[in-house]
């Protein structure tokens, strides 16, 4: 569901351009989202923890909304969160709630979540995708806005310099050579683009190498479905905005360091998931 966003032009347009095809690329570091780094921390603290369990239990119940079932076994974007979700200690109640509510079932007195979509413009132009789940829009949307007003930013279409699209992680079997990794992958009907990830965490020697294939938002599912059978470890599926064309190297230093500011206060936002922009 698309949330609302402030109608009027802004004093900063977003510089992007149309979008172009995608080709293949040689490396590309791991994550493409906040969720990509959420599920490799360790909390420290029982303060941590909860924001760290929270964090998860959006993403199952996303993965339940988007992935279509509520069976892992049916639902691999479901069935890799659950395993995350598990090698982090999360709560098997945790884990039932947030399958519960992905599923649009709401306990008595409980508001039933909703997936939005905010747009707005950051420091020096850059564009910003950001999602959300929750039960209470109108908080959020307020949340939203004051980060972008108090980092001299608007709320503004923003959507048109971005595409989406979906994606898998994999990890390579160990002693599958790159031309082997290479011809799996590209064999998989549907697949349309791939990228070595250099910085990914491999295991102790477990694994050869990962790479990130990424698809039409519809195919994500049943591409990792394909590359699990294939032999891949499968260790994220999702589908996320991805701008063809990022600025960030057409950026002043002070703009990069006010974005940075304004990414870490949207990140902090409870009911946000995911935060994208065209900055590269």
């Known amino acids: 569901m698309i949330g609302p966003v402030l109608r009027s032009i802004p004093a900063i347009s977003p510089k992007c351009c149309s979008p172009r095809?995608?080709?293949?690329?040689?490396?590309?570091?791991?994550?493409?989202?906040?969720w990509s780094t959420i599920k490799?921390?360790?909390a420290k603290n029982d303060s941590q923890k909860n924001k760290?369990?929270?964090?998860?239990?959006?993403?199952?119940?996303?993965?339940?909304?988007?992935?279509?079932?509520?069976d892992p076994n049916l639902n691999i974007r479901l069935a890799t969160a659950l395993e995350q979700a598990q090698k982090n200690n999360?709560?098997?109640?945790?884990?039932?709630?947030?399958?519960?509510?992905g599923s649009g079932i709401s306990a008595p007195g409980e508001k039933p979540t909703e997936s939005c979509i905010y747009e707005g413009i950051g420091p020096g132009g850059i564009a910003y995708v950001v999602e959300a789940l929750t039960d209470n829009k109108n908080r959020t949307i307020s949340l939203v806005r004051s980060a972008f007003n108090k980092?001299?930013?608007s709320m503004t279409p923003t959507l048109y310099c971005f595409q989406r699209r979906g994606f898998v992680n994999i990890l390579s079997p160990k002693g599958m050579d790159e031309e082997q990794v290479i011809m799996?992958?590209?064999?998989?009907?549907?697949?349309?683009?791939?990228?070595e990830m250099e910085d990914a965490e491999l295991g102790e020697g477990e694994y050869g190498g990962s790479f990130v294939v990424f698809t039409q938002p519809s195919d994500a599912n049943k591409i990792a479905q394909r590359l699990k059978e294939s032999k891949f470890y499968v260790d994220d599926v999702g589908v996320e905005f991805n701008a063809p064309d990022p600025i960030g190297a057409t950026l002043k230093e002070e703009d990069l360091r006010a974005n940075d500011s304004l990414e870490s206060v949207l990140d902090e936002i409870e009911e946000v998931t995911d935060v994208y922009t065209n900055r590269g």
């Open 151 to 153: 980092a001299g930013g």
């Open 52 to 70: 760290l369990f929270s964090q998860f239990a959006q993403r199952i119940s996303i993965a339940v909304k988007q992935g279509g079932s509520a």
């Open 40 to 42: 490799h921390d360790k």
């Open 90 to 101: 999360v709560t098997k109640k945790v884990i039932e709630n947030a399958i519960r509510k």
């Open 21 to 34: 095809f995608l080709h293949f690329t040689a490396t590309q570091l791991s994550g493409h989202n906040k």
């Open 184 to 195: 799996a992958i590209l064999d998989v009907e549907g697949v349309e683009d791939y990228s």
